[in-house]
């Protein structure tokens, strides 16, 4: 297990120092404390049925919680199980006296099918002692205004709530469940929270079986990565997590499980991120390659092809719902005070209406491992080379154009100099394509048009007074995202003006390892937190000019101030020590596998 959790380090307020737990399905966030305090079903946009991690104002409440309460509790210890997403809480109380709770939602294949149900199973068992424990359940519709009509069966609650029923199955008394009375407990006790559905055998038994069958499915999942050799248990976390954050059914993945995490401290900058954002695509299909988890990135190519289908060759929308919504209207709920009382809370988000013209070199970007890789079970073929041109015509159109950019600016359009290189990308990668299919004509077509948007962004966006590629055209602020240039080959990193952007950045954006997005003021002010993924883009950037052994010293205390299991939100302040953003942060998990892959020593310097 980890290091042990005191009440006064786990501060007994909401905060980041939570676990997830999900089978592609659904998930839930579990604090150090054993409380689940989000969850969303039955799927990860759905209305929270337990919201507590959002209505913090004055500690933790226990409406909207799932909790298994230890009397005299003064310490826990949190771990996942070795190559697993099945995650182990164990508390102690000032006698000695404790117990483990094991959290996780089934997952494994059952009639040569993904067994994935709307469902959290949790086994408790004491420890050490005659511990005494009292379960807290007490789940929430729309958002937390809704208080769930409650039935007793012989061996289940059941509770109504909009939309869905839930039928909380277990072995505990449940006089003693309903009334939230303390009762000492002296065996095994199991939950399992999900559909209004029978169980196929006993309590006990299914909830052993569960997680048995749950365990060998990651332990084989696992053992399939290619892994590169240093930082190993930092990557399985952060391909476990990745592979959390897809919806399996539709192949979406969000950007992360939360909203409404402020992106610093009582700024208003929360938003709701479990949603699919475009601009993600390239890099997570990278990372998913250099692992070989091919089954994962063949299905979110498959989510990625039904964007581009859907749009007709047309306007791409930065992000979509994860099943293809396209209407993600961004609304306030009043009623809630918001992670640690820093509303407001949001549910949708307005970006959806933005037009952010990267989107389309993203998608393309993204695409393209589908026309050469050969062990995807459906290549993509010379009709899905003409959809996908849709994309590169829309992104010549669009290249020079003003737009909020790839940070979603609500209030202030320009030519980014982001936006005009992912257009790029999109002309680049597809004249490698038609090379794919020998069409030479169209090599031609899309190298021009590269070609000739390259000119313009290393005439345009570079500032002579800066000594650094601007973040728009003409402009002189500095953005991170120009360290992508070198990432997705515009340029080569050992070019002087690379180098000098680089060093630029470094000086204004930096404190320390950590790097902010941008240094303008934007709709809210000027960013306070360092942005985490910005932080591996530098990492990248640093190898691959040749600062490798500092790109090196960066990514291990990027590692250090990941949480105690290993996990990252968006943002990270570096006065305070704290994650803050919304959690677990795709991108930010994807950074650590692309890091460890880019600086790890090869397998052959130890065999």
């Known amino acids: 297990m980890t290091q042990p959790l005191t009440p006064a380090s786990a501060a007994n307020r909401a905060g980041l120092d939570v676990a997830m737990i999900g089978n592609c399905a659904i998930s839930a966030l579990v604090n150090t404390q054993g409380t689940i305090v989000w969850c969303c079903m039955p799927r990860f946009d759905g209305d929270p049925i337990f919201h507590a991690l959002l209505d913090s104002r004055d500690g933790l409440p226990r409406d909207g919680t799932f909790g298994i309460e230890l009397e005299g509790f003064v310490r826990s210890e949190q771990a996942y199980d070795a190559g697993t997403a099945i995650l182990r809480t164990r508390l102690y109380n000032g006698d000695g006296e404790g117990i483990e709770i094991v959290d996780f939602a089934p997952r494994f294949f059952h009639r040569d099918r993904p067994f994935r149900p709307a469902q959290i199973v949790r086994r408790v068992r004491p420890l050490v002692g005659h511990p005494r424990v009292r379960l807290v359940i007490r789940p929430r519709g729309d958002w937390g205004s809704v208080k769930p009509a409650m039935t007793r069966g012989s061996n289940h609650l059941r509770f109504e709530l909009p939309g869905t029923t839930l039928r909380l199955n277990t072995n505990a008394p449940l006089t003693y469940v309903v009334d939230e009375t303390c009762f000492s407990l002296r065996t095994p006790v199991s939950f399992l929270l999900g559909p209004d559905e029978t169980l196929p055998a006993g309590i006990e038994e299914t909830a052993r079986d569960f997680e048995e069958q749950t365990a060998s499915y990651w332990q084989h999942w696992t053992r399939r990565l290619a892994l590169p050799l240093e930082?190993?248990?930092?990557?399985?976390?952060?391909?476990?997590?990745?592979?959390?954050?897809?919806?399996?059914?539709?192949?979406?993945?969000?950007?992360?499980?939360?909203?409404?995490?402020?992106?610093?401290?009582?700024?208003?900058?929360?938003?709701?991120?479990?949603?699919?954002?475009?601009?993600?695509?390239?890099?997570?299909?990278?990372?998913?390659?250099?692992?070989?988890?091919?089954?994962?990135?063949?299905?979110?190519?498959?989510?990625?092809?039904?964007?581009?289908?859907?749009?007709?060759?047309?306007?791409?929308?930065?992000?979509?719902?994860?099943?293809?919504?396209?209407?993600?209207?961004?609304?306030?709920?009043?009623?809630?005070?918001?992670?640690?009382?820093?509303?407001?809370?949001?549910?949708?988000?307005?970006?959806?209406?933005?037009?952010?013209?990267?989107?389309?070199?993203?998608?393309?970007?993204?695409?393209?491992?589908?026309?050469?890789?050969?062990?995807?079970?459906?290549?993509?073929?010379?009709?899905?080379?003409?959809?996908?041109?849709?994309?590169?015509?829309?992104?010549?159109?669009?290249?020079?154009?003003?737009?909020?950019?790839?940070?979603?600016?609500?209030?202030?359009?320009?030519?980014?100099?982001?936006?005009?290189?992912?257009?790029?990308?999109?002309?680049?990668?597809?004249?490698?394509?038609?090379?794919?299919?020998?069409?030479?004509?169209?090599?031609?077509?899309?190298?021009?048009?590269?070609?000739s948007i390259r000119s313009k962004i290393l005439t345009l966006a570079w500032n002579e007074e800066r000594k650094a590629f601007a973040e728009s055209f003409g402009g002189k602020d500095l953005d991170a995202s120009a360290l992508l240039m070198a990432e997705v080959g515009f340029i080569d990193p050992k070019d002087p003006r690379f180098i000098s952007t680089v060093e630029a950045l470094e000086g204004s954006l930096c404190d320390g390892p950590f790097m902010r997005r941008y240094e303008a003021p934007d709709d809210f002010g000027r960013p306070e937190t360092a942005f985490n993924v910005c932080s591996f883009w530098r990492i990248d950037a640093l190898a691959r000019i040749g600062r490798t052994a500092q790109a090196r010293e960066i990514f291990e205390a990027l590692l250090a101030h990941r949480n105690h299991v290993g996990l990252l939100s968006e943002d990270f302040s570096p006065g305070s020590r704290e994650l803050w953003g919304n959690f677990p942060q795709t991108y930010s998990m994807v950074g650590v596998i692309n890091g460890a892959v880019r600086l790890s020593q090869p397998w052959d310097t130890m065999v």
């Open 231 to 451: 930082w190993q248990e930092a990557v399985i976390r952060a391909a476990i997590t990745l592979k959390l954050c897809q919806f399996e059914e539709t192949g979406a993945i969000v950007a992360a499980m939360t909203t409404s995490i402020p992106e610093a401290p009582n700024t208003e900058r929360n938003w709701d991120y479990r949603y699919c954002w475009l601009r993600d695509a390239f890099f997570v299909v990278r990372a998913l390659n250099s692992l070989s988890e091919v089954g994962t990135m063949e299905d979110y190519l498959r989510w990625l092809n039904d964007v581009v289908r859907s749009s007709h060759g047309g306007h791409v929308q930065p992000l979509y719902g994860i099943g293809l919504e396209k209407q993600l209207t961004e609304n306030v709920v009043p009623h809630l005070a918001g992670y640690r009382g820093m509303g407001p809370v949001r549910v949708g988000n307005q970006a959806y209406e933005h037009f952010q013209y990267d989107v389309y070199g993203n998608i393309v970007l993204g695409a393209a491992q589908a026309f050469h890789d050969h062990r995807l079970l459906r290549r993509a073929d010379e009709t899905d080379f003409i959809a996908l041109e849709g994309m590169g015509e829309q992104a010549w159109r669009f290249h020079d154009q003003p737009d909020a950019g790839m940070w979603e600016l609500r209030t202030r359009a320009r030519v980014h100099t982001s936006s005009s290189l992912m257009c790029w990308a999109a002309c680049d990668r597809l004249a490698k394509i038609a090379g794919v299919f020998g069409k030479p004509d169209r090599v031609a077509h899309w190298r021009g048009r590269a070609d």
